[in-house]
Structure formats: structure tokens, C-alpha cells
């Protein structure tokens, strides 16, 4: 009998794990974009230090780190026995010995989602485990609260075949291995919309679900600001459910949260943060100059260097951005995609509710442009906005995933012959992209950080 996609998806869990946890045995330690600082932020949280920029910490953990940070942007440099021992033996124990740390990158961020890191950490300290075994332990352990989260959202909603080779996509894989928030980040959003789509779809609503969606969203959009219109999800649900007390209190307490939160964080970081413009400055002249914000919109989305640059970094280049996939396997995962697509469209009977989360996803789209262009890009005089990554993207793809398309299998039809040969071949499909990409994963990874 021919595995079907329904069958994938209740297996998913088990072939997720066996593959990032084949990852994390070949990628090195801190090899994940700004994983120094959300590893020390982290660190920083067991002294509920929510604010300061610098961290205190002990000399071995920069140690740890130092064996490690001279690897990224130099592909030239690998990991030899030696290297990899003379950081293995470091422990925690070094109470007299303390250096600062910068975690400025990582502040801005409400720090829910940094706290599994941080009770591992602590449990390292107090069993007085080394600093490399306790890294170990982490990345397991968000490797399997990223399972436990998909899992979650897959019991709402079955996942289709998009969304689950997004979910294996050499990046998404790559990311979820580590323990930067990402990998969580991203199966939040799985969850997020399933909920969204099961509350939608339920006759009376479940509050306990709501609950649950609510603090997804929370930790959620306090990690991607640009996400921040999916506060409205809940409101939307409450609306279509005629509702609107409920839509106006939901929707005023996330934005009391977040309010407070950034008002905290500019009173303790604002002032202990050099800049000749500020963000609120710079935020408040491209708002009063739309033209010259649309013209540098428009520049960077014409880009072809850049776009180019967009899909390179949302599907294969590893690491530090430091290396890639080549460019024929990128292609030939893509074409995947784009045929995953068109086997799992599928336009929804609540079609209006569904277009409203559409619209606040798409603004959450445009909104990585405006945050980077305020946050990160040079000023004044900017021609293109910087500092975008392709993986910066993968939440939304994975929310429009949600959103438009569906199983194969319909509960209505399963007979149907069309029905049946559209479940093969996204079986099929299924099970090439994920051997591929695991394998040029795995292939890339090992040149890049151990073949001379």
C-alpha cells in the first residue's frame, strides 16, 4: 500500500528529529547568525538582567565562544581535533573570573522565548557540566520543543505538503539545529495559523484555544516586530464570531504589552546606546518622507542582486551566510516548491476571514523592509535597505502556506481518482526533497567547516 501524505505528517515528527539530530552531531557550535549573543542573552536572564547591553559572564564561556568565533566569514579556516578538544574541557566553575559581553542585537527582544536556554544553562552550572555538553544539551532540547510545538499545531490541523517541505528546507533545517530562536520561531507560526484556522472553522469558540494562540502570538511577535499585525489574529476570530468586545479587549491588551515593553527598553537601553540618530528619529523622518521611503522600497525590491541574494539565504546559504548551496541544487529544490504549490492550493470556503490574516501577513512582509531600513541601514542618504536575509522570510511563507493551501487528501472524496494520483505524487515529491536536502545539507556543511 502507497504511503500517503496523511501518514507523512503523523511520521513527520520522528523523520524531523532523526534528521536535525544527524545536524547537530556535523555543524559546529555557534554557527547560527548572532547565536553568541542570543546564547549570552540567554545567560544574561538567569541575573534577570532584561536590559543592560553588557553581560557579565564568566571567563571559560568566552572562552568557548573565542574557540569558535574566529571560524565565521573566513571558509578557509576548519574544525580540527585539536581546536575542537582545547574547548571541550572548559566548565562553568570560573566565579572569580568574569569578563563583559555585548548582547545589544538580542535586548530589543521580550526574552519568553529564551528561557528553555536558560534553565538548561543553570542546570549545567549546578551539575557542573561542561560548557560544551550544556551547548549539546540545548540544541536537543530546542530541537525537541521545535517538535513538540509542530506536533501541537499538526493535532489542530494536518500540515500539507508546502508547509512540509518548507519545514525541511536545507535553512529551516540549519536553523532549527541550533539554539537560536529561530527553529522555534519558525514552527510557531505552523501553530499559530493552524489555531487560527481551527478557531475560524469551530461554531463557538474555544477559549482554552484562544489562550493558547494568544501566548503563541506573544512569544511570537516579541521575537519578529515586523510580525506584529498578527496581534490581530485573535480580533479577527472574535469579529467573524460577532463578537466585538472581546475583538477590542484582546486586540488592547497586546498592544498595552507592547507598549510597556518598548517604553521599558527605551528608558534603560535608549541612553546607554551610542548613535548620532536615534530609531525613534529615524523612524519618524522616512514617515514624513514617503517618497523617498518608496523609492528605496523600490530599489531594493528591483534589485536583482538582492533578490537573488533573498532566495540564496531563504533556501541554502549556511551558516555566517559564509557558504551556500550551488546554484543548480537550489534550483532544483525550488522547482519543488513551486510544484508543491500547485498540488496543495486550495481556496477556502471562509474565504474573507482568510483574506484579512492574508492582508496582515503581507503587511508583516513590507515590514521587514521598513524595520531594516530604520533599524539597520546606513542614514541619511540611503539607496538600498540593508542587512535582510533570506531566512527573514521563511515565517511568512510558511503563514501564506497555511493560509492556501491544504492536504491532498479530502475527507469528502478519498476515492476520487485525481484525488488519489495528486496524493502520489506528493508523496513522491516528499520523500526526494527531503533526501535531497538533507543530503546537500549535510554534504555542504562537512566541506565547509571540515575538508581541506
Known sequence: MLIDLDCISSKFKYILFFILFS???????????????????????????????????????????WGYEQIPYHYDRKLTDEKINSTKHLRWKDKNNKVQRGIVSAIIYVPF?????????????????SIHNTYLIGRIINVLLCLSILNFAFYFRKPNLTTLLILCMPMTLFQMSYTTPDGILFCL?????????????????????????????????GHRLNCVP??????????????????IFWLAGYLLFFVLW????????????????????????????????????????????????????????????DYALR???????????????????????N?????????????????IFICLLVQW????????IEGIQGRYFIPIALAVSCLFTENSISTESKNSKLLFWKNCTSSVIFFLFVCYSVYVTITATLLRYYAN
Open 23 to 65: 545536524l547537530i552531531s556535523v555543524a559546529p557550535p555557534f554557527q547560527s547568525p548572532d547565536e553568541f549573543a542570543h546564547y549570552t542573552r540567554s545567560y544574561s536572564l538567569l541575573k534577570f538582567n532584561f536590559f543592560e547591553p553588557t553581560v557579565e559572564i564568566e571567563q571559560t564561556l568566552n572562552d568557548y565562544f
Open 113 to 129: 522565548i529564551y528561557l528553555p536556554q536558560t534553565v538548561v544553562i543553570e542546570i549545567g552550572r549546578i551539575c557542573n557540566f
Open 189 to 221: 507560526v505552523v501553530l499559530i495559523f493552524s489555531l487560527f484556522l481551527k478557531l475560524i472553522n469551530d461554531a463557538e469558540i474555544n477559549y482554552k484555544y484562544m489562550l493558547i494562540l494568544t501566548f503563541a502570538i506573544l512569544i511570537f511577535c
Open 230 to 247: 498578527f496581534l490581530a489574529l485573535p480580533s479577527i476570530v472574535f469579529l467573524f464570531k460577532s463578537k466585538i468586545k472581546q475583538a
Open 262 to 321: 518598548f517604553f521599558l527598553y527605551k528608558i534603560h537601553v535608549s541612553e546607554t546606546i551610542k548613535s548620532d540618530y536615534t530609531l525613534s528619529y529615524k523612524g519618524f523622518y522616512y514617515l514624513t518622507h514617503i517618497n523617498e521611503t518608496a523609492r528605496i522600497l523600490f530599489s531594493t525590491l528591483t534589485n536583482n542582486d538582492l533578490l537573488h541574494f533573498y532566495w540564496k539565504s531563504f533556501i541554502g546559504q549556511l551558516g555566517w551566510l
Open 327 to 349: 546554484g543548480s541544487k537550489i534550483r532544483f529544490l525550488t522547482i519543488f516548491l513551486i510544484i508543491s504549490c500547485f498540488l496543495s492550493f486550495r481556496i477556502r470556503e
Open 351 to 367: 474565504y474573507k476571514e482568510v483574506l484579512l490574516a492574508l492582508l496582515l501577513v503581507l503587511i508583516s512582509f513590507f515590514l
Open 377 to 384: 541601514t546606513t542614514f541619511p542618504n540611503a539607496t538600498l
